[in-house]
Structure formats: structure tokens, C-alpha cells
């Protein structure tokens, strides 16, 4: 690259951002550059905080500054009802619809036996116990329907027959 060092960094880690290749990198650099130093520091310190401030929640697993998390301390909440999902972004998909009224169980990924992710990688085991300690009625295994997805949804539903407990998996398709 032709540009001052410092650019040139910045855009190597812009880089490593997902779905950002080298001309968006760029064209972040560039408007990065023109903002006023107070800008800078503000988003600075946003990218800064979110890796000093928030955690997971030691119950469900969601991104939270404080454990357990709201979701997992609302009285207001099914808490007999776990829906299991993929990653913490899914739980704001599903709370954006405001319908849902249970409690939350993220998984940290799939089943992906090419990438060697297996059931030990994610968190099954946790599941598992929360379904024997807390009075679980009904589990909904949310996860995409990826083969992947599909794969870790049915390895799911396998380890949670044993369980007296409705076990349910989210539609897909057209009515």
C-alpha cells in the first residue's frame, strides 16, 4: 500500500472485521481520518468497553455488563421455557419481535464436525443441567436451519428425550 504507516494499519484491522474487505476497510480509514479527535476517541472507547465491560451470563450465555443478565432476572419471564439459540446476536432478533417470553440458552455456535466443533465445544452440558436443575417444562431448540443448524438441532432433541419435557423447534417455511 502506498499510504503512512498508521493508515495502512488501520486498515489491515479494519480488515479482520467480518464482510469488511480491503475497499471498505479504506474507505473506513478515510472517514475515520477526516472525524474531529474527540469522534476518534469516542469510538475508541465504545470498541474499548465492549471488551472491558461485558461478559456472558454465567446462566444463558447472552452478552451482558452484569451476571446474571436481565433477561435471566426478570420475574416477569417463563423461566420453565428455554429457548436454545445459536450465538447472542439471535436473542436480539428474537426480542425485537417482543413476543417471546421465556428465557434463553445460547449455544456458542454448531455442531460442525469439518471445522471440529463438537457437542463438548459448545454449551450442551450447561443446557443439559439447567433443564434437571431448574424445572424446565419446554425446551425450543431455535437454531438455523443450516446443516449445521439441523445437525446440532437433532443431536439436541436426542439429548433432551431422556427428559420429561416438551421438546419444540421453531417453523420454517410458508404456513
Known amino acids: 500500500m502506498i499510504y503512512p504507516k498508521p493508515l495502512e494499519d488501520l486498515v489491515k484491522q479494519l480488515q479482520k472485521l467480518p464482510t469488511i474487505g480491503p475497499k471498505t476497510a479504506q ?13 476518534v476517541a469516542k469510538i475508541s472507547k465504545s470498541i474499548s468497553e465492549v471488551k472491558t465491560k461485558l461478559n456472558y451470563c ?13 433477561i435471566c432476572t426478570n420475574p416477569n419471564r417463563s423461566h420453565q421455557v428455554v429457548c436454545v ?26 455442531l460442525s464436525p469439518l471445522d471440529g466443533v463438537g457437542p463438548r465445544d459448545l454449551r450442551i452440558g450447561s443446557l443439559l443441567e439447567r433443564v ?16 449445521e443448524g439441523q445437525a446440532t438441532a437433532l443431536y439436541l432433541a ?12 421453531i417453523a420454517y417455511g410458508i404456513p
Request: proline letters at 2%; glycine letters at 4%.
Open 27 to 39: 474507505r473506513l480509514a478515510f472517514s475515520i481520518l477526516k472525524m474531529s479527535e474527540e469522534e
Open 132 to 147: 434437571v436443575e431448574n424445572n424446565i417444562g419446554e425446551v425450543i431448540i431455535a437454531t438455523n436451519y443450516t446443516t
Open 58 to 70: 454465567t446462566i444463558c450465555g447472552s452478552i451482558t455488563d452484569r451476571d446474571p443478565c436481565m
Open 158 to 169: 436426542n439429548q433432551l428425550d431422556d427428559f420429561d419435557i416438551e421438546i419444540t423447534r
Open 85 to 110: 439459540i445459536e450465538e447472542p446476536d439471535d436473542l436480539l432478533a428474537i426480542e425485537r419481535t417482543r413476543r417471546y417470553k421465556g428465557v434463553y440458552h445460547v449455544l456458542m455456535g454448531v
